[in-house]
């Protein structure tokens, strides 16, 4: 990694980790942050909207019974095709830790949500999104990944661009369909941010090791 890289990675990161204390305490001291407040109407307003359809069904590509299966094809796909174990291993173990500490956010801070939508897996508590988050490291893991192992610039960007977008509208269904409030997205982002950097510089620990 060239020192240019190496300091935007570090800059995202500290970025990550102070919005992510930042919103997670705003939450904490107060009922509705007023970023919340600001932003809560403007969902309200889309209910029942082909806008709310749409998004309605992008939620699904977050859902666990979509992203298990997923990431369980792409890291056997991606063991045949590279023969690297260690890569498949992260894609698993990523999703299934950044559950875990999803859960484990949620518990502490104990948020509801906005409203409850069973179907949309919108229950429990609601800070941070775990569709946000987990979605960032899973197709974040995969998207680094893939362009470790594409030769082609211009398939590489791609990838980038269309996984960036597919995070960001998972993360987005979430707040148009009223499961989670604005700040609780923001901050699965920030949360899966954090983990994803450490992930990622994990496995490049370990390949070290290795050589």
């Known amino acids: 990694m060239n020192r240019r890289l190496r300091y935007f990675v ?8 102070v919005t992510s204390s930042f919103l997670t305490l705003s939450v904490i001291n107060t009922d509705m942050p007023l970023l919340d407040q600001w932003s809560a109407p403007a969902a309200v307003a889309l209910e029942q909207s082909l806008i709310f359809s749409i998004f309605r069904w992008i939620t699904e590509l977050g859902s666990g019974s979509f992203l298990i ?8 796909g991606l063991w045949i095709y590279t023969k690297d174990w260690l890569a498949s291993i992260m894609c698993i173990a990523g999703l299934l830790l950044g559950y875990k500490a999803n859960f484990w956010i949620k ?3 104990a948020r509801e949500r906005p409203r409850i939508l069973a179907e ?4 429990g508590y609601s800070f941070p999104s775990g569709h946000a988050m987990v979605s960032l490291i899973t197709y974040g893991v995969m998207i680094y990944f893939l362009v470790s ?10 990838i980038h661009v269309i996984g960036i ?3 960001l509208f998972i993360g987005m269904s979430r707040y148009i369909i009223r499961v989670h409030y604005l700040s609780d997205v923001l901050a699965g982002y920030a949360f899966g941010a954090v983990f994803l950097i450490l992930w990622i510089s994990l496995y490049q620990l370990i390949r070290k090791w290795q050589t």
Request: proline share 3%.
């Open 107 to 109: 518990y502490v801070v």
């Open 165 to 167: 977008l597919l995070i």
């Open 120 to 123: 949309a897996e919108g229950v």
């Open 149 to 158: 192992y594409v030769r082609s610039t211009s398939i590489a960007v791609s």
């Open 10 to 17: 570090v800059s995202m990161f500290v970025l990550a980790l």
């Open 69 to 76: 299966p997923f990431t369980v094809a792409f890291a056997i």
